[in-house]
Each structure stands twice: as C-alpha cells, then as structure tokens.
C-alpha cells in the first residue's frame, strides 16, 4: 500500500470536516479516550452527527451518510421515525423518570412476553452489557454451578467475565484490568462442533450455561447453523445446563421473537437489548418463571436476604424507553418492517457481491436476515488454492474476523470519504427505512472503495 495515498486520503477526509475537527479537540480535553465508545475512535477524526433521517445521517460538517450503523443496530424502523418520536414526547411531558414502576414498563414487559417465545417472565436492564451479566448470575444461582460455557467470536458485551474470547486471539486477555481468576470460571471452545459441546459438559461438571450469539459470531460475521443451535439445546437440556441466547442484535431483527423464533428453538434465558427499546437505552433480561422467580420477593427476611437473585438499577423500565419500545415492538410484531428490512438488504448482498465479482476480488458477501458482512481473503495460500470466490466461503472465527486492521481501517476510510457509514468491520444492518435509491448510491461509494483497495495492493484478485 502507498503511505503517500493513504496520507493524502487522511487529508482530504480531515479537509472536508473542519467543524469535527474541532469538537474533537474538545473531546480529547474532556472525553476519556476522547471517544464514548472504542468503535468510535476514527483516524483523522471521528463522525460527529448532528440528525438522521429514515436511512442516512448528517454530521457537524453537512456531509451526509448513507448509514448502515443505524445505532448500532437498534434502528430497524429508520432514525427519527415519526411514531417513536412522538411517544418519546407524549411520555416526557407526563415525566421523564419517577424511580417507580409505571404503566408503560408492564405494557412493554407484556409485548415482550406476547412476542418472544422464552419470555415467561421479564426483566428490565439498561443495555447488552447488563442483561448478559445479569443472566450469568441467574444461571450460576439458579444451578449452583460457577462456569460458563462460551464460543469463540462471540460477543456478550464489556464486562469482566466476557470481555476475553471475542476478537483472536481468542486465548489472549480481553482488556487490562480484569483478575485472572475471572477467566477460570469461563471455559471457551470454537463453535459448530456438538461432538467438541458434549465432550467439554462431560469433563466439566461445574458449567451453569451455555452463551453465545444465535446468529453466529458477533452478529453473524461467523456464520452458525440451524442445525447447531437445535444440537445445542438437546445436549444442555440433557446435562441441566442452561441455554443462553445473547438476542442483543437478533432479537426483533431475525424475526419478531428473535433468532429463537427463527430456528424454533426455545433457550431457557434470553438477553436483548437495541431494537427492544425503540432507539433509547434499554434492556432485558427474559427467559422461562422457574428461573426468573430467582427474583421474587416474599416477604421473608431469610429468603429475600440471602435465596434470591439481587438486582438494582435506578432506570430499569425507564418511561421514555418504554414508550419508545412498545411503539417498535408493536409496529415489528407483524413481521412487516423486518420483511422490508430483509428484503432491501437482499438488494444489497447481491449488488455489492456483484462489484466482487466484477472485478474479480478474491472475498464474498454475506449475512443473515438485515445484517451484511464482507470478507476480504488476504491469505495467499487460500488465494493460490481457490479456483474460483466461491472457494474462499469459510465458517473458521479466526479467518472471519482475523483480516488485517490496516485492511478495515482504510476500507472504512474510503467508505465514509465516499459517504456510507458502517457497523462494524465490514460489515453492517439495515432498516425497513432503507430504499433502493440507497443501496444504489452505496453501492456506488462500494466499487470506489473495492478499486482503491485493489490498488492500494490491500486486497487481491483471485487469480493474483
């Protein structure tokens, strides 16, 4: 790759956004690694948006995006739908928080429970990161039992017992700060292999659960399959092991009850989060009444002190959360904005797989229901070996998400420099608010971005 067209990429982004240039020299003054999120930190600057609208955004600059992030992935009804916004309204003006529970916090728990197949009971958190965490200690109070069975790739979010074992090398600490005897609870095997489940349960008597993405590794970029999840549940039902969804990016996405929905398998807890919440912080916690009355209070000073599972949170079930969510739950339960969603991202995989072709890219696109992910080959072996791209398709964590940083870096870059704002990696989500106009602009960005790569020597052909 030329240092001098990567420099002068560098340039011509940082000339075109003045303003957040300067916002991120304040954020650097105030912010902690002048970013709110690690995802966020970008070279020359960061994005600093200002609005979005139904599938793109604008940030300090004018500069617009076709936007694949959608929130991280909680925007399936499109960024400033007209509904949420007005019920976001309707609910503050009553008030924005009592520390109480409120009628909208068992609408939403009621919706939740119609829509998701596990969901016997409900309970309310604040993101991802705490529904997982909350589930695991579920699992270990209602078993007994201190480990967890996790899969390679997949990830549950930043706290201390998940933070290892998402990105390879998968054997390698997960963040400094975090005791090494944490990881001794944790047992973490690749996925896809019910033989490699059912050895690991019978060597380890002290597993509580299994968790994992029913999409495949962080979102599906590691494809997993139908037949895996159903294997799964056999074998941990059959070990009283607990079977745990991570439905953070799944649910109401893949379908209106999640992956589980999808796939007809019913695990015994499940976490969500993003689209749960309409857009607002939020999250929950559900999964079948024998282990969610780990949570019940009876009265008795004994058992509520020292036999139930302990839980705060000053704004679990929030109003305006609430009110934003029943008005996606209610809108995604008829299946309809995720058909549209699945439909426009269809469009998508076969445009973008089509400029692959075109130019004869040694990668491939893919992706489940409304994600996308691509894969860019960089192995030479694997080139020299593969007659043709479809030889390259691979299901092994440490290729998927093993391309090089240099290689995602400037392919973002070049993305956004053309005005088409991704997820994560490569890849990215729809909304049912994207439109064909859309996928035909980024598809444009896309080709720019795939030649340059080429160019750049960053990606190959595939036949050299």
Not at 122 to 150: D, P, Q, Y
Not at 270 to 279: D, E, N, P, Q, T
Request: glycine share 10%; charged share 20%.
């Amino acid at each position: 790759m030329s240092q001098n067209k990567t420099n002068d990429l560098i340039a011509a982004y940082a000339a075109k956004r003045p303003e957040s240039l300067k916002w991120y020299a304040r954020a650097q003054e105030t912010l902690a690694g002048g970013v709110g999120h690690d995802l966020r930190h970008f070279v020359p600057v960061p994005l600093y948006i200002t609005h979005g609208r139904g599938g793109r955004k604008w940030d300090v600059d004018g500069n617009e995006y076709i936007d694949f992030l959608m929130g991280n992935g909680s925007l399936i009804l499109g960024h400033a739908d007209d509904e949420i916004t007005e019920a976001i309204r309707e609910a503050a003006a009553d008030g924005t928080h009592f520390g109480n529970d409120h009628p909208r916090h068992i609408e939403w728990a009621e919706l939740v429970q119609k829509i998701v197949p596990s969901a016997e009971r409900v309970r309310f958190v604040n993101s991802g990161t705490e529904a997982t965490h909350l589930a695991l200690r579920l699992a270990r109070a209602f078993t007994g039992r201190t480990k967890i069975l996790r899969f390679e790739g997949h990830f549950h979010g930043w706290h201390d017992g998940v933070i290892h074992g998402f990105q390879p090398p998968f054997d390698a600490d997960g963040s400094l700060g975090v005791p090494a005897h944490i990881r001794g609870d944790h047992v973490t095997i690749p996925d896809g292999n019910l033989d490699l489940v059912d050895i690991t349960l019978n060597k380890q008597s002290d597993i509580a659960a299994a968790i994992l993405e029913p999409s495949g590794a962080s979102w599906g970029r590691v494809p997993i399959s139908t037949e895996f999840l159903q294997g799964l549940r056999n074998i941990t039902r059959r070990h009283g092991v607990l079977l745990i969804f991570d439905e953070i990016v799944t649910g109401f996405r893949f379908a209106p009850g999640g992956a589980q929905q999808l796939h007809d398998v019913t695990p015994d807890l499940s976490c969500f989060a993003k689209i749960l919440a309409g857009g607002l912080p939020g999250g929950a916690v559900v999964g079948i009444a024998e282990v969610m009355k780990l949570f019940d209070l009876t009265g008795d000073p004994h058992h509520d002190r020292h036999q139930r599972v302990t839980h705060q949170g000053t704004f679990n079930g929030s109003p305006l959360s609430a009110a934003a969510g029943i008005v996606a739950l209610n809108r995604i339960a008829s299946g309809q904005p995720i058909e549209t969603a699945n439909a426009v991202t269809v469009y998508l995989r076969e445009q973008w797989d089509a400029v692959l072709e075109k130019h004869g890219i040694a990668g491939y696109v893919y992706g489940p229901s409304s994600t996308f992910h691509i894969y860019f080959e960089t192995d030479v072996e694997q080139i020299k070996n593969a007659s043709r791209r479809s030889d390259l398709h691979t299901t092994d964590a440490g290729r998927l998400k093993g391309m090089p940083g240099s290689l995602i870096q400037h392919y973002q870059r070049l993305l956004r420099h053309h005005g088409v704002d991704n997820m994560s990696s490569t890849g990215g989500v729809l909304s049912a608010a994207h439109t064909h106009e859309d996928i035909d602009e980024a598809t444009v960005a896309f080709e720019k971005t795939v030649v340059a790569l080429r160019d750049e020597g960053l990606i190959a052909t595939i036949d050299g």
